[in-house]
């Protein structure tokens, strides 16, 4: 038929392009393979299923070398514009065990040439576990996270949902503000610092799986960009040593507002909000950390998702969106 023939003559392009690499061949690539040849969309998208499996990604900030990596979660862009934005964006990684936010965590990191430290958040975690503490003797011994705030780097502060809320209003001067508090006086946060949290719920308290979760602090939860983070199903085969595609996932989906229309939306929710008498926060942060990941190339729906609804059960976000189009 006309569409295998079209196929068969697409095959051969791409494998004369592919060569004998065994690093496959970038979207990109493809695309301009397609429109070289015009193949038919349904050609071009039974290829990009084929190729995007490709097991390496590279990595390319500004003039500096690209940097080669091994395969990544499909949301790593998202996460990456967050800590390459020009303010960098706290992040709060909402997923199930085992979907691989500490691993995330630490690629983006290397990704962006942050050191990397990450410590376990839980029931029992103390003020001297954040800020450091000084022995017997006097002597001070800094924390992980007093030494990324002071040199520079990603920090993860993992099952941060199962830590005492009182424990992480400590850190809201951090995520927030240019200073630290220590037992040796404040410190000043590095330019190149990151924060990420590792959570199985938003903050809202234990559910049926996750029973030892807490209900966190509103005033934390609104200094993270939340993302929801799943299971990437075509990772999780890669590992096993099959070949199974990810989900697609567009960095600017929604399209990239200006500044002036983010802005500007997200004083239309908070109106509504307060008209309709709904307990949900979207603080001057949203706008303030849309503006950072406006310049990172990141789209309306994730702006959205990650600095306004947070979470909030969908009923809830329809009413809202509905009285904003009223």
């Given at each position: ?12 392009a ?19 393979i ?9 050609v ?14 590279f ?72 800020f ?23 920090f ?49 308290g ?60 997200v ?60």
């Open positions: 038929t006309t569409e295998e023939d079209e196929l068969a003559k697409a095959m051969k791409m494998q004369d392009a592919i060569g004998n690499r065994s690093k496959g061949i970038t979207e990109e690539r493809v695309r301009e397609v429109a070289g040849e015009q193949f038919s969309e349904k071009f998208r039974k290829w990009l299923d084929k190729f995007s499996t490709s097991p390496t990604i990595v390319k900030r500004g003039e500096r070398p690209a940097i080669e990596m091994d395969r990544q979660h499909y949301k790593f862009p998202l996460l990456a514009a967050c800590a390459d934005a020009p303010t960098p964006v706290n992040v709060m990684l909402v997923g199930p065990a085992g979907s691989g936010k500490t691993t995330i965590a630490a690629s983006v990191a290397q990704a962006t040439e942050r050191k990397f430290s990450c410590m376990s958040f839980g029931p029992m975690s103390s003020k001297g576990d954040l450091g503490m000084r022995d017997a003797t006097g002597k001070y011994h800094e924390s992980e996270l007093v030494k990324m705030v002071k040199c520079g780097g990603g993860l502060g993992d099952e941060a949902d199962a830590a005492n809320a009182g424990i992480l209003t400590q850190i809201n001067m951090i995520l927030s503000n240019g200073h630290m508090s220590t037992p040796e006086g404040i410190i000043e946060k590095h330019k190149d610092f990151w924060f990420v949290a590792g959570c199985n719920t938003f903050g809202t234990a559910n049926r799986q996750y029973v030892g979760r807490n209900q966190l602090d509103a005033a934390t939860l609104d200094r993270f960009f939340m993302i929801d983070f799943p299971v990437d199903t075509g990772l999780e085969a890669k590992i096993c040593g099959l070949d199974r595609v990810s989900p697609r996932f567009k960095l600017d989906q929604g399209g990239v507002p200006t500044v002036d229309e983010w802005y500007d939306h004083q239309r929710v908070r109106q509504s909000l307060e008209k309709l008498e709904i307990r949900h926060i979207v603080s001057p942060r949203a706008s303030i950390m849309g503006t950072s990941l406006i310049a990172a190339g990141v789209g309306k729906r994730h702006l959205e998702d990650g600095l306004i609804w947070k979470g909030l059960d969908t009923a809830t976000r329809k009413k809202i969106e509905q009285h904003m189009n009223n």
